[in-house]
Nanobody, 130 residues
Framework: QVPVVESGGGSVQAGGSLTLSCAES?????????MAWFRQAPGKQREGVAA???????RYTDSVKDRFTISKDKAENTLYLQMNNLTPEDSAMYYCAANECGVRRNYGRLWDSPMEYNYWGQGTQVTVSS
């Protein structure tokens, strides 16, 4: 069983919105995990978009602050990324990532380092047209 599975990608016009979902299967151990959204555009490095610690601390890369919101529905074991006012520069494959970081913890300055996360989804494509 894949620990994290993304869904919700698609094609939208600039200014539109999308919500990505990531179903995780950590069950009663969910509160031990830090989770994040990364994205990778063709020819570019994988980039941290947003993260949420097991303490619910949230982090965002500067380019998405005030447009994207990361949240977690603990009852549904689902991570979300609400994306508003999308631009063509947001077009990429989006990945959900997770790792056991402990109870009430976050990765601090390392939140956007792919090396901190052991579990990755298969990705969901987001395409924004101008």
């Amino acid at each position: 069983q894949v620990p994290v599975v993304e869904s919700g990608g698609g094609s939208v016009q600039a200014g539109g919105s999308l919500t990505l979902s990531c179903a995780e299967s950590f069950s009663e151990y969910s509160h031990y995990y830090c989770m994040a959204w990364f994205r990778q555009a063709p020819g570019k490095q994988r980039e941290g978009v947003a993260a949420i610690g097991s303490d619910d601390d949230t982090r965002y890369t500067d380019s998405v602050k005030d447009r994207f919101t990361i949240s977690k529905d603990k009852a549904e074991n689902t991570l979300y990324l609400q994306m508003n006012n999308l631009t063509p520069e947001d077009s990429a494959m989006y990945y959900c990532a997770a790792n056991e970081c402990g109870v009430r913890r976050n990765y601090g300055r390392l939140w956007d380092s792919p090396m901190e996360y052991n579990y990755w989804g298969q990705g969901t494509q987001v395409t924004v047209s101008s």
